[in-house]
């Protein structure tokens, strides 16, 4: 894991015993081969393409069939959970296409109507089973060391569905996101 970058810090200032402080900005981390594709045609749900061709095709190879799913556009209120996503992100491609990339965060803008929209990712429990997941709880329960927020309590089994986006910061939209709401972070 490559450091975070000084300017996508921001724990101290989102993180405390309750979790993550949550606003109408959110934060998607991905690769920055996307870049343009985004800043020009928006989030799409399940929009990269490139890793979906590289997994129809894997398919097609050992003779299976691919269904194509759509997911949601995953957010986070932190732009350091967004650059950790996305690290991951370009861990994958990087597997999977054999391209060079690097990790990008956008923040997102959301309308009251959209932020309405915006769910906690139960769904990641299956996530965090993985060891993928477990090191992101691991993540996670550091910043709340380095943040002095206490420590990290979740029964991911059990918790309710609102301590997946409160204390793992984990979140996401069923929908298209325009570009007119999309910024691409920078120092």
């Known amino acids: 894991m490559r450091e975070i970058p000084h300017y996508l810090k921001d724990a101290n200032m989102l993180l405390s ?12 981390g991905t690769s920055s081969s996307l870049v343009d594709s985004i800043l020009s045609a928006g989030l799409k749900r399940s929009g990269d393409h490139l890793m979906n061709e590289a997994a129809k095709s894997t398919m097609a190879t050992i003779g299976n069939t691919y269904r194509e799913t759509t997911e949601p556009v995953f957010l986070t209120p932190s732009k350091e959970l967004a650059y950790y996503w996305a690290q991951q992100t370009v861990r994958r491609r990087r597997l999977r296409v054999d391209v060079e990339e690097s990790p990008v965060v956008f923040a997102i803008a959301l309308t009251q109507e959209q ?50 986006l409160n204390k793992l910061g984990m979140a996401y939209i069923n929908e298209d996101i325009k570009a007119d709401f999309i910024s691409l972070v920078s120092e």
């Not at 015993?17 to 998607?28: A, D, K, L, Q």
């Not at 769910?119 to 060891?131: F, N, W, Y």
């Open 17 to 28: 015993r309750n979790g993550f402080i949550t606003s109408h900005v959110w934060y998607h």
């Open 115 to 164: 932020h309405q929209a915006v769910r906690p990712d139960v769904g990641a429990a299956s996530l965090l089973m993985i060891k993928d997941g477990q090191d992101y709880l691991e993540y996670v329960a550091a910043l709340y060391q380095h943040c002095q927020a206490g420590e990290l309590r979740i029964e991911l089994k059990n918790a309710p569905r609102l301590d997946y």
